[in-house]
């Protein structure tokens, strides 16, 4: 079957590749890109370990076909640190063990970045509600909320 | 993981192209948010050579006034709707329910078509292609028992949408689109009671629109579900309560739930129901209606006895909190 030419920028970068219709987002980005930040769990929607930014929103890449970012623009874990500088969320999960293994942390941070740029100050329940679709099986979750907390209020010292 | 089979994508940019694909290849779905859809197709339970994609359909994504109420596209997602100003304010069990499905990441995808056409669910169906193989398959897809009723030749997996009930309670229609043009039914009609074929659509109608009527005076509505998680899970019985208070007395109460049946299940009978408050003799009386309606079975983690008591206790509780507030 013929391939799909997909035009989409990436991390502010223009990207080009060629998908079967059949691959979802998180199979170009990984097989096809290279991009192997943006991990896979579940492939079904529970885990979170594959969200991405597309076009502004918070999705699972696995539940998303590659040839619906035709034309859109994504923000994936690659885009996150400038260089050597972190983003102050991957560095409060540092600091703050928030990650141990480490396979649901690029999930969590897009995730916790989409959510503290729309509520710079959410409370450890809105916080917790918002990673609901985030699964970790390491840490228990409470470093999670600590560190993004920690980097809430780095964030809005600015 | 599996691997994805392979399929053709259609990218329709109105209703009438979509349907004309629909009708001219037998067999195709259609592709909203996808967050039902393509587990689906990766676990092997579907396998539509042509997903038809409505992300490109301008006209079903908007929601507009209508006669004082609302008319919702089937392509708004879940995230618009519940945070929608009038939704918010008019229609709060409407808001409850968008707002407790899946996670943050699912409601910006997922559509209010693709929850009131989600797929049935139960542990022997929602499984891995694997799984379900070294199971010898179940009889909704590729086998002939029905583990749950292994006597019987009825499939009982359960409709567990969240917003169907609500927008139940709230007398919604839908506009249902095909070839042969637009047709208006109430949305208690596009359902029968059986797990495999619980959407009464014909092959090439898809739902382009719901309609929620006007708020009447004093009308309130609440959304209650009982899940394993307080978050990201479906529901293992919904309840939604739409009731007027006038004084001492309920004068209308309409409730309607998920979870319990093949399809949700607006509850007959409540008008009898109403007259007076929501005392024990009243509630009683609601419990016994309910009890003889519903019928959960195995299909999930949790026993139908469970569920039974569930169902019963939100019930109860909403009519009292909104009966309190009203
Ligand atoms: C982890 C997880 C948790 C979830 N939790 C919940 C939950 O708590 N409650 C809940 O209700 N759901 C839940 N869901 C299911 C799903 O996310 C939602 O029901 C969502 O609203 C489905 O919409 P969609 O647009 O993604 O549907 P799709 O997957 O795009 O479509 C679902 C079905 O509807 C059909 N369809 C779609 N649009 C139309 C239309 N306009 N006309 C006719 N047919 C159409 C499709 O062909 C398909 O068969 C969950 C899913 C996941 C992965
Ligand atoms: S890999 Fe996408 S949600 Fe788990
Ligand atoms: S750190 Fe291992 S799964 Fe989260």
Redesign the interface.
């Known amino acids: 079957m013929a391939r799909n030419h997909i035009t989409t920028t990436i991390n502010g970068d223009e990207y080009e590749f060629l998908c079967d219709t059949e691959q979802t987002l998180l199979d170009c980005l990984r097989d096809e890109l290279f991009l192997t930040g943006t991990k896979e769990g579940c492939a079904s929607g529970d885990c979170g370990a594959c969200n991405v930014m597309l076009d502004g929103q918070l999705v699972c890449s696995c539940l998303v076909l590659g040839v619906e970012a035709d034309g859109k623009s994504m923000e994936t874990i690659e885009g996150m640190a400038h260089g050597e500088e972190l983003h102050p969320l991957q560095q409060k999960f540092l600091e703050l063990n928030g990650l141990q293994c480490g396979i649901c942390t690029p999930g969590i941070l897009i995730a916790a970045k989409a959510l503290l740029e729309r509520d710079p100050d959410p409370t450890e329940t809105e916080i917790r509600y918002w990673l609901a679709g985030n699964l970790c099986r390491c840490t228990g979750y409470d470093k999670v909320v600590r560190s993004v907390q920690a980097a809430a209020e780095e964030m809005r010292k600015g | 993981?599996?691997f994805?089979?392979?399929?053709?994508?259609a990218?329709p940019t109105t209703v009438a192209e979509a349907v004309a694909i629909r009708a001219a290849e037998p067999g195709s779905r259609f592709?909203a948010?996808?967050?039902d859809l393509?587990?689906n197709?990766?676990?092997g339970i579907v396998a539509p050579p042509t997903?038809i994609?409505l992300?490109g359909i301008a006209e079903m994504r908007a929601i507009e006034s209508l006669d004082g109420g609302l008319r919702i596209g089937a392509a708004v997602t879940l995230a618009e709707l519940a945070n929608h100003e009038r939704v918010r304010t008019a229609y709060v069990g409407l808001k409850q329910a968008a707002g407790g499905i899946?996670?943050?990441?699912?409601r910006?995808?997922g559509t209010v078509g693709g929850n009131l056409c989600l797929d049935t669910r139960c542990v022997f169906y929602n499984q891995s292609e694997w799984w379900r193989r070294a199971n010898d398959y179940c009889l909704k897809s590729k086998g002939d028992v029905c583990y749950v009723a292994p006597k019987g030749s009825h499939c009982f997996a359960a409709f567990s949408g969240d917003l169907a009930p609500a927008f139940m309670v709230l007398g919604a229609e839908v506009e249902i689109a095909s070839k042969s043009g637009v047709r208006i039914v109430p949305l208690t009609e596009i359902y029968q009671d059986d797990g495999i074929d619980y959407l009464l659509l014909k092959p090439d109608e898809m739902i382009a629109a719901v309609r929620v009527p006007a708020p009447s005076d004093g009308f309130r509505t609440g959304y209650a579900k009982s899940h394993v998680?307080?978050?990201?899970d479906f529901p293992l019985a919904g309840v939604a309560v739409g009731l007027r208070r006038e004084d001492e007395a309920i004068t209308d109460l309409r409730v309607a739930l998920t979870g319990t049946n093949s399809m949700p299940l607006a509850v007959e009978g409540t008008e009898g129901l109403t007259g007076g408050p929501p005392n024990e003799a009243m509630l009683q009386g609601l419990d016994a209606l309910i009890a003889k309606q519903i019928q959960p079975m195995n299909s999930t983690f949790s026993p139908p006895g469970y569920r039974r008591r569930v169902v019963a206790k939100l019930t109860r509780s909403l009519i009292l909190n909104l009966y309190r507030d009203g």
């Open positions: 993981m599996e994805m089979p392979e399929f053709r994508t990218r592709l948010g996808g967050t393509i587990p197709i990766r676990r997903v994609d992300a899946a996670a943050s990441t699912h910006q995808v998680r307080s978050a990201i």
